[in-house]
């Protein structure tokens, strides 16, 4: 077996549990507004906030104006990664043109572009940690965190044995340039609020 199809493999093994434990969530009265997601087999929910949208959208939108209104690009959409439990509803997902879904009707992890996460308060350790390991597990080669609390962006690159081999620092009001990845944009952040 080849390491990609090890890859799948395990993140199949989580899917039923996963599957079983979203279709209870969806019975919960999760309040509108809050976003749930399964991280190393743990719920969070975290509220929806004005600048966490904010962000999202200018992220979106500057997708949507370089690769046009038919590009993927999903927000808060379930995708399971390698892992544990590993259930992301990434903040922005950009998966490739010819992405379809697989026979339980879901998106798969390995039609994934690139990843773009807004840091919210409570599940900040998150992103840093597992969700960021498991993105690189599975080879996502571009992942960028835009972090309002400390008004700074993080590019992450050359994914590579469970972590990123290249880590850039961008302050918010600079541009992001990606130009040369996946993504191959320039991201400007000074329209991104901070709190």
């Not at 950009?94 to 697989?102: C, F, I, M, P, R």
């Not at 050359?158 to 290249?166: A, E, L, Q, S």
């Not at 009001?173 to 996946?182: A, H, Q, S």
Request: one cysteine or more.
């Amino acid at each position: 077996m080849t390491v990609v199809e090890d890859r799948i493999a395990m993140a199949d093994v989580d899917s039923e549990r996963l599957d079983e434990w979203f279709e209870r969530l969806e019975r919960m009265p999760v309040p509108e507004g809050f976003r749930v997601e399964i991280v190393g087999g743990n719920v969070y929910m975290t509220p929806q906030r004005d600048t966490h949208w904010a962000i999202i959208f200018r992220m979106a939108m500057a997708v949507e104006a370089r690769f046009g209104k038919d590009a993927k690009v999903f927000s808060d959409v379930r995708i399971d990664f390698p892992g544990h439990e590993n259930g992301f509803c990434p903040d922005v997902a950009v998966l490739g043109a010819d992405a379809e879904k697989d026979d339980r009707g879901r998106w798969r992890y390995t039609d994934v572009r690139f990843v773009f996460e807004v840091i919210s308060e409570g599940t900040a350790a998150n992103d840093y940690g597992p969700k960021k390991a498991a993105y690189a597990t599975a080879g996502i080669p571009l992942y960028v965190i835009a972090d309002p609390y400390l008004g700074r962006c993080f590019v992450y690159t050359d994914p590579k044995n469970g972590d990123y081999v290249t880590r850039t620092r961008v302050d918010f009001g600079d541009d992001i340039d990606l130009t040369g990845t996946v993504a191959d944009l320039t991201l400007p952040t000074d329209g991104f609020p901070r709190d």
